[in-house]
């Protein structure tokens, strides 16, 4: 059921296989240079793997899915793969003319594509980026440049490790003088002998995460074929001018940008793959570590004790509810048509943010279980936490974009209304999953009133004023969504589960999730009478009732996240004997 059941060989059978290779073999402790060297050979193992690559650019289930294997071992090579496939191959075949241009280059990897749209200044407000493409009539070529040192492309992967790049470049379109909003221009950046001329690509100073070549890059006047303007319905150059079917610059970005939804969706899909690794290691070290018990002489396995067992069981209820909601996404997503587009563009950035941000959470919490063998990138956990940080970041800062989503759940969205259970809640139990359910969809509720009373509320003329009044509940509220959203996608997935026991393992965690997520909002579902004192009082004690009836079920649900058992084979943790192991490595260290 977490793969995608009759389609699981195709979209995740290669890159499963992956980590069972040599090339994606766990290898801690090299020098960045080195890592991100090796990050660009295995994105080209990746392509030799592939086959067609314009199909998997086209195929966003297969792009995210490569994201959700690759990012266990490398992150740095899930980022490459993500925009030269998504960013930049996508782009590429989602505007006009695709079928005319040449891509052999970048279909064989002979160039490396990359993506500059954010600026030094520049970032969640992209829309308003200075570098510009003006069209000299005299040469019919554009001029490319970047005007203030502002505007010089922040991040992008452009320097010359990994071979030649070609570039797609966000710029603003200038004709005639006119500015008419930002599109994406063709642009080469490098050939064998280095950095073309005109273009100035600086190294950034090395972030936290797995490496990748970060640079500061910009244009002095770089002369561009007509060719290099991507066009579509959201403009074109014609003998008359320039056309366009979209009525403003804003829809015009959105359009030349439509490639960051899916990036999105890959974004997730690594989170929700690197969380899955994460458990997988610390519920095995539970089992495998032993300590020391009340009885003298006796030892038992750390999984034995509540408090150790408690948290990685939410982690686990997390994981799934993460899992099975990043699936819905991005079926919605997939499935879209111009009537529901908006919905599932909405839901892909809602969960996004709450996926990223629990991935975090979830793989800190597996570290600190582990201890300080945790500490150890050796063991498999130490690097996950930084290199979700980009996750949280990239293709839209989590709370910017939650608050897009907010301003949309207040203004535009219907509410949706739910068939919810008959009778007051005195007669509803905590472990009934439906009722929780009704409660979660309740919390939501309850924020959107309180957001919209704040708005109404707010000083008149002020429109800034009356949404940072606004803004804290709003975003509270999207926060209830992503939490009832998912505990909707867990449900889902008990009800189509096979067999008794994986339906009943998927119940248990559905409740565990679901209580946990309301405790927060218990306060007000008492205020406003949605639940009962009793029903408060008694909370806590169910979640340890649930945590108890699945604690002796915890190395059953790590299993079923499939990990190779090669990749499990060289984290020491996460073996039986990790003590002579951890030992082992150590030995080959001292000798090298």
């Known amino acids: 059921m977490l793969f995608d059941r009759d389609d699981r060989t195709r979209l995740h059978g290669p890159w499963r296989n992956l980590l069972t290779t040599e090339m994606f073999r766990h290898r801690p402790g090299l020098p960045a240079a080195r890592r991100t060297a090796l990050a660009y050979d295995r994105l080209r193992f990746v392509n030799e793997l592939v086959g067609e690559p314009a199909e998997l650019a086209r195929d966003v289930r297969l792009l995210a899915s490569l994201h959700e294997w690759t990012g266990v071992v490398d992150g740095a090579a899930g980022t490459l793969a993500g925009i030269h496939y998504n960013l930049f191959l996508g782009s590429l075949l989602d505007h006009d003319r695709s079928d005319e241009r040449d891509l052999s280059e970048f279909l064989s990897m002979r160039r490396t594509g990359t ?33 203030t040192p502002g505007a010089q492309k922040f991040m992008p992967n452009t320097s010359t490790t990994g071979g030649p790049k070609t570039a797609l470049v966000a710029a603003r379109l200038v004709v005639d003088g006119t500015d008419h909003g930002v599109f994406l221009f063709l642009t080469p950046l490098s050939d064998p002998a280095g950095t073309l001329p005109g273009i100035r690509i600086r190294r950034l100073p090395e972030r936290t995460g797995h490496p990748v070549d970060h640079c500061l890059t910009s244009f002095d006047h770089v002369r561009l074929p007509r060719e290099a303007l991507l066009e579509g319905v959201h403009g074109r150059l014609a003998s008359g001018g320039f056309e366009s079917f979209l009525g403003n610059r804003r829809k015009r970005f959105l359009h030349a940008l439509g490639r960051v939804t899916a990036g999105k969706l890959c974004m997730s899909a690594a989170a929700v793959g690197v969380t899955r690794a994460a458990l997988s290691i610390a519920v095995r070290y539970s089992h495998h570590r032993h300590i020391s018990a009340s009885r003298t002489g006796e030892r038992v396995p750390l999984a034995r004790h509540r408090s150790h067992h408690g948290r990685l069981l939410e982690g686990l209820a997390d994981a799934y509810a993460m899992t099975f909601l990043h699936r819905r996404a991005l079926s919605r997503w997939a499935g879209r048509d111009e009537t ?25 919490e597996c570290r600190e279980r582990c201890g300080a063998q945790g500490l150890f990138p050796v063991n498999g956990l130490a690097d996950h936490p930084l290199n979700l940080e980009g996750t949280i970041t990239a293709e839209g800062d989590n709370l910017v974009i939650w608050l897009k989503a907010a301003s949309e759940m207040l203004f535009h969205r219907r509410t949706e209304q739910r068939p919810r259970l008959d009778g007051p809640p005195e007669e509803q139990s905590l472990t009934d999953p439906r009722f929780l359910h009704d ?13 919209r009373g704040a708005l109404r509320q707010g ?9 940072n009044g606004a803004s804290s509940a709003a975003v509270e509220m999207v926060r209830a969504h992503a939490v009832l959203q998912a505990a909707g996608s867990l449900l889902e997935a008990a009800g189509h589960a096979d067999g008794a026991a994986p339906r009943q393992l998927l119940v248990w965690l559905s409740r565990l999730f679901m209580l946990r997520h309301l405790a927060p909002h218990t306060g007000d579902l008492l205020a406003e009478g949605r639940m009962t004192a009793d029903q408060v009082r008694a909370l806590p004690g169910s979640v340890d009732e649930v945590i108890a009836g699945l604690a002796p079920h915890m190395m059953t649900l790590v299993e079923a996240f499939d990990l190779p058992g090669e990749f499990l084979g060289g984290i020491p943790l996460a073996n039986a004997a990790h ?9 080959t260290l001292l000798s090298a």
Not at 125 to 130: G, P
Not at 439 to 447: F, M
Not at 579 to 587: A, K, W
Request: glycine fraction near 6%; charged fraction near 30%.
């Open 579 to 587: 003590e002579t192991r951890f030992d082992q490595i150590v030995d």
């Open 439 to 451: 409660l979660l969809a309740d919390a939501e509720g309850l924020w959107r009133e309180r957001a």
């Open 340 to 364: 529901d587009q908006a919905e599932a563009e909405r839901l892909v950035a809602i969960a996004k943010g709450w996926i990223t941000w629990q991935a975090r959470a979830v793989t800190i």
């Open 459 to 467: 000083p008149s003329g002020d429109p800034l004023g009356r949404w």
């Open 115 to 147: 993506f500059l749209c954010t600026e030094l200044a520049h970032g969640n407000d992209a829309a308003a980026l200075r570098t510009t493409a003006e069209l000299d009539r005299r040469t019919d070529k554009f001029v490319l440049n970047t005007p």
